[in-house]
């Protein structure tokens, strides 16, 4: 049973660089779609982006092309920078596991909450 | 701009049938957007339900259940429970490398 689990730090500076990793466990980083998705306080999921571990990648267009997505095969671990932060990014951010050909989230994350604040 | 949408809220009686959906703003939903569904209780993460519109994900008791319905995705739960009070959302996938999840449906079991 895949687990994937977040990790950063617990507080960001507004215009600074938010920075998650997610870890990937029981399972090879090879064949899916890395996904991270948020949901700020009391709102909704919102997709910010994927990258499949063959070099492929897209973006919500919302994020104004902030975020890149990046995987390391080596330690099975992926990776979220969003740049030029604001209150507004702050949120709960889940990695996710995206399934090829039926394009949907089997694994999730727990969750890791990032406050932005000065 | 497409939006998808959900109910905001909905409520259900223990052992009663309740259907939510799951639209587009504009145009006709159908199988080719792959509606998936998640259930989300306060302070955990989604758990996967329902994907590919119909399948049920591994371990997920046989009344949740997905379908189209007309123009929309729908999830049912036939005999609710009051473990099924939680927030319903479904996503989408709206091609070339794009998700897209609705706004969620809250759903009152009492």
């Known amino acids: 049973q895949v687990q994937l689990q977040e990790s950063g730090p617990g507080l960001v500076r507004p215009s600074e660089t938010l920075s998650l990793t997610c870890t990937v466990s029981g399972g090879s980083i090879t064949s899916y779609y890395w996904t991270w998705i948020r949901q700020s306080p009391g709102k909704g999921l919102e997709w910010i982006g994927y990258m499949y571990y063959g070099g492929g990648s897209n973006y919500n267009p919302s994020l104004k092309s902030r975020a890149a997505i990046s995987v390391d095969t080596s330690k099975n671990q992926f990776s979220l920078r969003l740049s030029s932060v604001t209150s507004a990014d702050t949120a709960v951010y889940f990695c996710?596991?995206?399934?090829?050909?039926?394009?949907?989230?089997?694994?999730w994350g727990q969750g890791t909450l990032v406050p932005v604040s000065s | 701009q497409t939006v998808v949408t959900q109910e905001p809220s909905f409520s259900v009686s223990p052992g009663g049938t309740v259907t939510l959906t799951c639209g587009l703003s504009?145009?006709?939903?159908?199988?080719?957007?792959?509606p998936s569904w998640y259930q989300q209780t306060p302070g955990q993460p989604p758990r996967t339900l329902i994907y590919?519109?119909?399948t049920r994900s591994s371990g997920v008791p046989d009344r949740f259940s997905g379908s189209i319905l007309g123009d929309k995705a729908a999830l049912t739960i036939t005999g609710a429970q009051t473990d099924d009070e939680s927030d319903y959302y479904c996503?989408?996938?709206?091609?070339?490398?794009?998700?897209?999840f609705g706004g969620g449906t809250k759903l009152t079991v009492l």
């Open positions: 996503v989408l996938y709206m091609g070339s490398g794009n998700w897209l």
């Open positions: 590919n519109t119909d």
């Open positions: 996710a596991r995206g399934v090829l050909s039926i394009f949907y989230f089997d694994s």
């Open positions: 504009s145009g006709s939903l159908s199988t080719s957007y792959f």
